[in-house]
């Protein structure tokens, strides 16, 4: 009766991470951290807490902070995708382009569908100066998802800068 009573308690585990991850989904990140760390003091190592965590610190504009917490997310769960695409962004976040595009690059492991992933990696490839990589990142993204703006503009401005006019247009058309 006592693990039922303290399950519900205020300060509980399992109540302080619902409080977190529904500050979370309303955008109040600040209410989620706090929330949140109350939840991993306690202990727990659920992966939620941990992707909470770090996105709240990466939405708040505290990428070192977001890296952290997501690393615990991909060591609870290593085969899980959404990890990896989370310390991708921590770390291009940071301007760590190499080891986001690593990050990146695990993730579309784990699942190769993740238009965003692409995306992602192809403008740190672009900031690695890798525009053939970057290139083939946002094709990626756009076989994946034909409409996806943000890999069409991409492409289309790089295509540009690489003074490909032509092909440019078509993406941006």
């Not at 006592?2 to 600040?30: E, F, H, I, K, T």
């Not at 909470?52 to 060591?75: F, H, M, Q």
Request: proline share 3%; aromatic share 6%.
């Amino acid at each position: 009766m006592s693990s039922v009573r303290n399950a519900l308690r205020p300060d509980g585990a399992d109540v302080l991470l619902a409080q977190a991850l529904a500050y979370y989904q309303c955008g109040r990140y600040r209410e989620a951290l706090e929330s949140g760390r109350g939840a991993a003091a306690t202990g727990t190592t659920d992966l939620r807490l941990f992707l909470c965590l770090g996105w709240s610190y990466l939405n708040t504009g505290i990428p070192v902070d977001a890296e952290g917490w997501i690393r615990k997310a991909t060591e609870v769960a290593p085969d899980d995708w959404t990890p990896h695409a989370g310390l991708g962004a921590a770390l291009q976040a940071q301007c760590r382009y190499g080891e986001a595009a690593c990050s990146y690059e695990q993730a579309l492991e784990l699942n190769s569908s993740s238009a965003d992933c692409a995306v992602s990696l192809g403008r740190c490839r672009i900031k690695q100066g890798d525009n053939a990589g970057a290139e083939a990142a946002f094709r990626r993204a756009i076989a994946l998802e034909p409409t996806k703006a943000r890999a069409r503009i991409d492409l289309g401005v790089l295509l540009a800068n690489l003074d490909r006019y032509g092909d440019s247009l078509e993406m941006l058309e």
